[in-house]
């Protein structure tokens, strides 16, 4: 059981940036999967969620109509894609995959971590 995020990096605030999510085969079971992101110092947040099949998403109310999730079953990944990236969004990014088809915001939903991804905004 593995997921890998990549394509952090350093961007300048209003850039954009997209995440991946790789995931090997988790279960038999088809999984959610959630971003979540850990500021220094803070608690890890929950950033984004999709269903299985991709129908069902959810976001944390401050990131709506900034972040979008979406993800590829038959490519294994999942995409975060980051618009009009602010100063607080610097932080490190983690993909999680659920023991259950639909998403949801809490990380005791989520079983398996990837080892994350950092973005840092800055000018």
């Known amino acids: 059981v593995q997921l890998q995020a990549s394509g952090g990096g350093l961007v300048q605030p209003g850039a954009s940036l997209r995440l991946s999510c790789v995931y090997s085969?988790?279960?038999?079971?088809?999984?959610?999967i959630g971003w979540f992101r850990q500021a220094p110092g803070l608690e890890r947040e929950f950033v984004a969620g999709?269903?299985?099949?991709?129908?069902?998403?959810l976001y944390a109310d401050s990131l709506k109509g900034r972040f979008t999730i979406s993800r590829d079953n038959a490519k294994n990944t999942v995409y975060l894609q980051m618009t009009s990236l602010k100063l607080e969004d610097t932080a490190v990014y983690y993909c999680?995959?659920?023991?259950?088809?639909?998403?949801?915001?809490?990380?005791?939903?989520?079983?398996?971590w990837g080892q994350g991804t950092l973005v840092t905004v800055s000018s």
């Open positions: 999680a995959a659920a023991l259950s088809a639909y998403a949801g915001t809490t990380r005791d939903r989520y079983r398996y």
């Open positions: 085969e988790i279960s038999m079971d088809y999984n959610a």
């Open positions: 999709i269903s299985w099949r991709g129908g069902s998403t």
